[in-house]
């Protein structure tokens, strides 16, 4: 019997599969969610290096959320991550939702992030 962890990591790898192959040379912003905060990283993946990050934990938002861990919180970081990335010339991406479900905090932080410029 396969553990939640080894569910969740081919869960995961088989949304980078399909997102690899669809990607077209873009970077890849990947989200990850966790009980207290959402962090997201725009990649690119042909270098290996992150271009832009953002979190609920930066020190700009730290002080205006109530909890890193809302759909407040979440909209508010992907408006931060869209602003980072059009600074690092970047306006095209691929959504990576690392394997949780389009709904709830990662689809604000995708709403927020089209809202703010980005492409996806």
Do not use: C, W
């Not at 809302?70 to 602003?83: C, P, S, W």
């Amino acid at each position: 019997m396969k553990t939640s962890k080894e569910l969740n990591a081919r869960r995961k790898q088989r949304v980078r599969t399909q997102i690899r192959k669809k990607a077209g040379g873009r970077p890849r912003l990947s989200v990850f969610r966790s009980s207290k905060h959402i962090y997201v990283q725009l990649i690119d993946d042909s270098e290996g290096k992150t271009l832009a990050a953002a979190s609920s934990i930066d020190k700009d938002l730290r002080e205006s959320l109530k909890t890193g861990a809302d759909i407040e919180a979440a909209k508010l970081v992907g408006k931060m991550i869209a602003e980072r990335a059009t600074a690092a010339g970047v306006t095209e991406v691929v959504f990576d939702r690392g394997g949780y479900l389009f709904h709830g905090r990662v689809k604000a932080l995708a709403d927020a992030a089209r809202e703010a410029g980005l492409s996806f």
